[in-house]
């Protein structure tokens, strides 16, 4: 069974402008979270989605975004971006949404490098 | 949403068993324990994890405390490739994860 899949594995922006995120969820699973995680912050909960639709959010600002389709796979969007949006960008994706023994499995993540 | 703590970093020699601790007071109902491990530069990998009895599998071993508010991680023969940050996560509304434990495992 194929794991989480992210695209592209690694990018450089430009101050300013806007990047979109792919992620294939393992086949069945219907949830998706993405994560960012920058070596003073750690791993940051960024939002979840399950059946098109988002259920948990974190504290990001309004320029991240994300969207999940109706075959689960997901993109999320950062938008007028800035040098502080370099990071390692993960998907995650689960059978389920909430805790209840939904295990979640991580991509290998999208680098993103803002010069 | 519960939070954890685990120590910043500890040693372990190679070929012994490594334990590590979390503290997960503020657990709450059905949430349940996970843990993850992530190599330098690669996705978190998942563990192990559990409610309120102790499991095992072909990783690790996971002794949750019968309070739920503690639990040990063990990896009972440590490898030099299980050098690694280790993060303990409670699974709720939100999955947050803390800033984890970093093993060293030395020849």
């Known amino acids: 069974k194929a794991g989480v899949t992210q695209t592209p594995r690694y990018l450089i922006k430009t101050r300013g402008q806007q990047v979109t995120l792919s992620c294939s969820p393992i086949?069945?699973?219907?949830?998706v979270s993405w994560y960012q995680q920058t070596p003073g912050q750690g791993l940051q909960f960024l939002f979840e989605y399950f059946s098109e639709t988002q259920r948990n959010k974190g504290n990001f600002p309004g320029r991240f975004s994300g969207r999940q389709f109706s075959n689960s796979r997901s993109e999320m969007n950062v938008s007028t971006l800035e040098l502080g949006d370099s990071a390692l960008y993960l998907c995650?994706?689960?059978?389920?949404?909430?805790?209840?023994?939904?295990?979640?499995?991580f991509g290998e993540g999208s680098w993103l490098t803002v010069v | 949403d519960a939070k954890t703590t685990q120590p910043t970093s500890m040693d372990c020699a190679e070929g012994r068993a490594a334990n590590l601790p979390c503290n997960h007071s503020?657990?709450?109902?059905?949430?349940?324990v996970y843990w993850y491990r992530q190599i330098h530069s690669q996705g978190p990998q998942y563990i192990i994890h559990g409610l309120k009895n102790n499991e095992t599998n072909e990783m690790a071993s996971l002794i949750i405390t019968e309070d739920r508010k503690s639990s040990t991680l063990i990896l009972p023969h440590a490898t030099l490739r299980d050098t690694a940050v280790y993060y303990c996560i409670v699974r709720g509304f939100k999955t947050i994860f803390g800033a984890g434990t970093r093993l060293f495992v030395k020849a």
């Open positions: 503020t657990i709450s109902g059905n949430e349940y």
């Open positions: 995650a994706s689960s059978p389920g949404t909430g805790s209840t023994g939904n295990t979640i499995y």
């Open positions: 086949s069945g699973h219907r949830s």
